[in-house]
């Protein structure tokens, strides 16, 4: 019986150590890059101005809009292919390959009708390079979930690096040397992610698993069928973010701001969140990868449960540590001193914080639907988040202007949260304390307000909330962290 014990001990052991080593491989591939593009802020917030930050923030979205529509959601269904052990790997590769660039094929035909929608009148002028934009970056998505399918996590942080470090050249030389514009910016990312291609499809020897012979069309359809239903969930989570800025940008209004400028300063509100969702990406591309790997092991409801109270306690603390800084912190990454319009910045953030902690524990429970194979939930709880977007954006926008845009996105996010925290554990029951969530929240809601309102003592009470907050989750960390660091 002790053996038998023991033996569970070390099977239960490796799942954290190695969830742990994969964060902190990411993590140590990630945080400098990610920071490089953070600090990239303070570049275009010196370059560019309003209406052209408004432009890029445009593109940018777009371009995500039409990655996962004509790669039939690449990002989703090879690291699910890739990582399942009853799958030939080079099958995977070629199949996925073939059908990213039939794909990439179709969308170079239908880009230049859709600049014709009025609405859609901003791609005009950057159809060509939005068409090698997103084929360069499919190019570069196909190696590295590929990449990370083989569980070759440091060479795929190591390209992180590497690519954010040629990113930030391109830019720097583009923008604040040639001054190119949105041009520049484009261009910079169309050569830092064909660089980041070749060098993982060369070092990590990917010709051997390209050939016609590896094509399988059984393969084929067994991946569009799980992909069907994750296409339009990916493409309505770039809706969510997409329309915020196209009703922006396209709605009048005679209380507050709007238009190309507006749309420019709400981007730059959005990049101050992504410090949160730094963290975030960090865990959750180690955790893709467990969750798929643990998906029938028998303790699998354990090892939930305990993962996700670190990672909810880990953005609340997060996001309420960025709240307390908020105002020197979105000082230091957007300037105003080139164009005044940015030094509002940061009273849009606060809000978006809270918005993005909600999608990053969303993306948490979508990992459940892709490891169970029920794509369809995350389907119709994307449907929901969106549909709530739009209506709130209708509402909110022409009344509140930006700061409507990010309470519509925050509302969104939140209650697309609870439709999954239900149905989700279905699949993988898991205790969930709901009612410390929702004190939870509500302290980071009353801190979102102080820091947007301002009052007396305001930074008091952000401090006294900022406090209850930590207090309130840290033992959950520190019991999952004890947990990684034990040796069985």
Request: net charge positive; with cysteine.
């Amino acid at each position: 019986m002790k053996c038998i014990h023991t033996i569970l001990m070390e099977i239960t052991m490796n799942k954290y150590k190695k969830l742990a080593f994969n964060t902190m491989i990411f993590a140590i591939g990630s945080f400098g890059s990610k920071i490089l593009v953070i600090l990239l802020t303070r570049l275009y917030s010196r370059h560019l101005d309003p209406a052209s930050s408004g432009i890029k923030e445009l593109l940018e979205p777009m371009a995500l809009f039409l990655q996962p529509i004509f790669t039939f959601a690449l990002q989703e269904y090879l690291i699910r292919f890739g990582l399942d052990k009853k799958y030939d790997k080079r099958e995977v590769f070629t199949t996925s390959g073939l059908i990213t660039l039939a794909g990439m094929a179709v969308m170079a035909l239908v880009v230049p009708l859709i600049s014709n929608i009025p609405a859609l009148d901003f791609i005009k002028g950057y159809t060509i390079l939005l068409i090698i934009y997103v084929l360069t970056s499919s190019l570069r998505m196909q190696c590295q979930q590929f990449v990370r399918s083989r569980d070759m996590v440091k060479l795929f942080s190591l390209d992180g690096i590497l690519a954010t470090l040629t990113l930030f050249i391109f830019n720097i030389v583009f923008i604040a040397g040639f001054h190119w514009g949105v041009r520049g910016f484009m261009l910079a990312v169309i050569l830092s992610d064909l660089l980041s291609a070749v060098f993982l499809f060369l070092v990590a020897d990917l010709k051997s698993f390209v050939s016609m012979r590896y094509f399988s069309k059984p393969l084929a359809r067994e991946m569009m069928r799980f992909a069907a239903p994750l296409i339009p969930t990916i493409v309505m989570w770039t809706i969510t973010s997409l329309s915020d800025r196209m009703f922006i940008r396209e709605m009048h209004s005679d209380r507050v701001q709007l238009g190309e400028s507006a749309v420019g300063i709400y981007g730059y509100a959005n990049r101050i969140p992504n410090l949160i969702s730094m963290v975030s990406t960090i865990f959750f591309q180690a955790w893709n990868m467990s969750a798929i790997t643990e998906n029938d092991s028998k303790d699998r409801s354990i090892f939930y449960e305990r993962v996700y109270s670190a990672y909810e306690a880990m953005l609340f603390i997060a996001s309420a540590g960025l709240l307390l800084l908020i105002k020197p912190v979105t000082g230091f990454f957007v300037v105003s001193t080139t164009y005044s319009e940015y030094g509002d910045v940061y009273l849009y953030a606060p809000v978006l914080i809270a918005a993005v902690l909600f999608m990053c524990l969303n993306q948490f429970l979508g990992s459940i639907y892709s490891a169970t194979k029920h794509t369809k939930n995350s389907f119709w709880t994307a449907l929901t988040a969106c549909s709530v977007n739009i209506v709130m954006n209708i509402c909110l926008i022409p009344e509140w202007g930006i700061q409507g845009a990010a309470i519509a996105t925050f509302l969104s996010y939140f209650i697309c949260f609870w439709a999954r925290i239900i149905d989700a554990r279905y699949y993988v029951p898991f205790r969930f304390n709901g009612i410390k969530s929702l004190l939870n929240t509500t302290a980071l809601i009353l801190m979102c307000c102080f820091a947007v309102f301002q009052p007396k003592l305001h930074y008091l009470w952000l401090t006294v909330l900022f406090a209850a907050i930590v207090i309130s989750n840290y033992k959950a960390l520190l019991i999952t962290v004890k947990k990684l660091l034990r040796r069985g």
